[in-house]
């Protein structure tokens, strides 16, 4: 079992810069491929970015390459999502998944998902 929670989230301007947290639960977090997402309302859950059960491998959504970095500390059970130049149309809920897979298996499907967060919400506006 394996509970997630994000923080981080907050209302910034255009080309501004955050950083979510998705922080784990239980003994097995450093077993799990992590993913982001994200979700408007009216439209489906979409992958944001995703980091391999081992560190070593990272994914990005076409939209967000090179502004998001997401990256794992597993001494502190968190997964980091840096958001840099950020965009009117990054605003969404963000939630980090968890799913056990093999190492070097990357996250980016929703339906693949095991575990969820609650989703902390971005705003970019000026």
């Known amino acids: 079992q394996v509970q997630l929670e994000e923080s981080g989230g907050g209302s910034v301007k255009p080309g501004d810069s955050l950083r979510l947290s998705c922080t784990g639960s239980g003994d097995t977090f450093s077993q799990h491929a992590i993913g982001w997402f994200r979700q408007v309302p009216g439209r489906e859950r979409e992958f944001v970015a995703g980091?391999?059960?081992?560190?070593?491998?990272?994914s990005y959504a076409t939209f967000v390459e090179g502004r998001f970095t997401v990256s794992r500390e597993y001494s502190k059970s968190t997964v980091f999502l840096q958001m840099d130049s950020l965009k009117p149309e990054d605003t969404a809920v963000y939630y980090c998944a968890a799913a056990p897979v093999l190492p070097a298996k990357i996250l980016n499907k929703a339906e693949d998902a095991q575990y969820w967060g609650q989703g902390t919400q971005v705003t970019v506006s000026s």
């Open positions: 980091i391999s059960r081992g560190g070593t491998k990272s």
